[in-house]
């Protein structure tokens, strides 16, 4: 994105920088280059220091894949919504670059499985730029109706076959690594019969020994799999062993001479499935998995919504993502849930703030018109790389700031009555002030000064 040039001005504003904000130049005579931890103003002055040191990113193209449709409706409090809201989420997918998408379980039966042939035919008829795939167990009865729904509509649909791959998992299910072995040796020569992608999957192998990880692994790469999925179903890994197992299966698919990717599958049951994804990426998987909003089993699934932001703001991905907002609304409308008020982002209260210190700062920035500083003076996440803006609100933390900006802002006039009689209220009030109460109490204040 280029800005307009603009003349130098002289400041003694501190240091300015802001990860993956476009560089903002002064025409000016040549200087010496600042150094690559500060990013120039458009004043030519450097605003923001950044201590963190995400370098530029992995070397490998990596991508993404979506989760919602299948694994995110395994969580206990959400509805399983109509395909048309699915179809909408589908296309939401697209905008913002999202490689691959799980449409579904269909060895369920029933409505999942229509469901699944629906997508199917909407990504087939309008030639969506988006990878499909869909969850099996390692059972041929579970990957048949895969094989149908290929047939019928004529479009890959490759399947992700999941096995449990742990030794508590094992114990618990009186299973031997021969069964899992046997499970996966049938499903897998179905699947390469079928013509179907296959896509191996370990359940819980962040927990899982080396030595069963490697025959799982080995076997399906020997039939052929276009890629390994490796799994922290339980939300048991930290960074470190996020890292550690990536470089094990990496090394096994180098001994066995494969092209297969590798692709990562967190959860959030410890809170680490943002940062466990980042470390993945940098370990050099092929995707990444999530849901939107993190809806899932338990504690969920890694929230790609949040994903994206981070990679976005660390500069590793261009991703265009003004309608990552819809799409988090997408999710929660058709899914019935409520984005909470204090979610990242996305939340109501986000940008949004009524306390007087904070507020005049991003009041004085917006009226040097400057929206670029009023985005970052007091928030670390820019609103405007995501289709958002900054609010100004009015409470009992308020300053009369506040008050004179929320009439600016909307183009009313204002008099000294209604702002101090606005303010008052607010002072007495123990939350923010909705717009229908400051309009209230605006018009309130004039018909009594007109009376007066």
């Known amino acids: 994105m280029k800005t307009p040039k603009r003349s130098m001005k002289s400041s003694k504003k501190p240091a300015r920088k802001v990860a993956n904000a476009p560089r903002r130049r002064a025409a000016a005579a040549p200087r010496t280059p600042l ?96 990878e499909p795939n869909c969850a099996a167990r390692t059972v041929v009865r579970d990957i048949a ?22 030794a ?57 799999a276009e890629r390994l999925i490796v799994c922290d179903t339980c939300g048991h890994v930290t960074p470190s062993g996020v890292k550690k197992l990536i470089a094990f299966v990496q090394r096994l698919v180098k001994r066995k001479k494969s092209k297969a990717k590798i692709e990562w599958h967190g959860h959030m049951d410890r809170g680490l499935g943002v940062v466990n994804s980042i470390a993945a990426i940098e370990a050099g998987v092929d995707r990444v998995h999530g849901c939107g909003l993190g809806i899932g089993e338990r504690a969920g699934n890694t929230p790609l919504d949040l994903l994206l932001v981070n990679l976005k703001l660390m500069g590793w991905i261009r991703n265009d993502l003004s309608r990552l907002g819809d799409y988090c609304r997408a999710v929660a409308a058709a899914v019935d849930v409520q984005i909470p008020y204090n979610y990242p982002v996305f939340g109501k209260d986000a940008f949004e703030t009524g306390t007087g210190v904070h507020a005049s700062a991003v009041i004085k920035a917006l009226k040097k018109g400057d929206a670029w ?6 928030s670390g996440v820019p609103s405007d790389l995501f289709g958002l803006s900054q609010k100004i609100a009015i409470g009992p933390m308020s300053g009369k700031s506040n008050v004179e900006f929320w009439f600016e802002q909307r183009g009313l006039p204002r008099t000294d009555a209604q702002v101090d009689a606005i303010l008052a209220h607010a002072k007495g009030s123990r939350k923010l002030l909705t717009d229908g109460e400051v309009e209230a109490l605006a018009r309130a204040a004039s018909t009594a000064s007109s009376i007066a």
Request: glycine residues 8%.
């Open 168 to 224: 508590i998992r094992q114990y618990a299910e009186d299973w031997t690594l021969d069964k899992l072995l046997k499970a996966s040796e049938d499903a897998l020569a179905f699947a390469r019969k079928e013509g179907i992608p296959i896509l191996y999957v370990t359940e819980d192998t962040t927990r899982a020994r080396p030595e069963t990880i490697e025959k799982l692994y080995g076997l399906a790469l020997d039939y052929g």
């Open 35 to 130: 150094p690559s931890h500060l990013v120039p103003s458009k004043e030519g002055a450097d605003l923001i220091h950044d201590w963190n040191a995400d370098g530029a990113g992995p070397r490998q193209p990596f991508g993404f894949v979506d989760e919602t449709l299948r694994d995110g409706l395994q969580c206990p409090s959400v509805t399983d919504p109509p395909v048309e809201k699915k179809i909408d989420i589908l296309r939401l997918m697209v905008a913002l670059g999202i490689d691959a998408v799980d449409i579904g379980l269909p060895g369920a039966g029933g409505v999942v499985n229509q469901h699944v042939e629906q997508l199917l035919r909407v990504i087939r008829d309008e030639r969506l730029p988006i």
């Open 373 to 378: 500083l009023a985005n970052r003076v007091y």
């Open 145 to 166: 109706p895969v094989a149908e729904i290929q047939q019928r509509v004529g479009h890959r649909l490759a399947v992700s076959m999941f096995i449990g791959s742990s």
